[in-house]
């Protein structure tokens, strides 16, 4: 079959379009309902897990797999509305701590119903039970190899 993807490329190009789709659908919603971005959100979850509600802002970076200017814009945002706040460690000027704010705790607490229905609505209702376990199974064994680098 000449000229046509092999089929591994094509599951990528879905994939990828599909977490595309459903991101956009998330931010819409989110938007929406609770007044956050997807990025605000998933910044605020990282750091309402973190021991203590508190997160070095490159730790927040690695765990979203996104660039540091990318953390800083939102926790910019995420700041002028008071849901965080950002200090200086004091052993090193260089490290930034996010902490949640009692508002922030609210903030993110609202929200959760939306992104869970959201979450729902725009990926999980689209396949079934046994199928959704088995994209679990896939990604978890893709997640689980080394990254393979050249």
């Not at 977490?19 to 007044?35: I, K, M, S, W």
Request: hydrophobic fraction near 40%; proline fraction near 4%; aromatic fraction near 4%.
């Amino acid at each position: 079959m000449t000229g046509e993807r092999p089929e591994g490329l094509q599951a990528w190009t879905a994939l990828c379009e599909v977490v595309d789709q459903v991101r956009v659908a998330l931010n819409q919603d989110l938007q929406r309902c609770a007044g956050l971005t997807l990025a605000d959100n998933l910044v605020l979850c990282q750091v309402a897990m973190a021991p203590g509600k508190r997160l070095r802002m490159v730790d927040i970076a690695g765990l979203l797999t996104i660039g540091k200017s990318a953390v800083t814009k939102t926790a910019d945002r995420l700041q002028d509305r008071g849901l965080i706040t950002r200090e200086r460690d004091p052993s090193d000027r260089r490290t930034v701590y996010a902490t949640l704010t009692t508002e922030g705790e609210k903030t993110f607490a609202a929200a959760k119903p939306t992104f869970a229905d959201a979450v729902q609505r725009h990926f999980a209702s689209q396949i079934n039970e046994a199928e959704i376990r088995q994209l679990l199974h896939l990604s978890e064994r893709i997640l689980q190899q080394p990254p393979n680098r050249h």
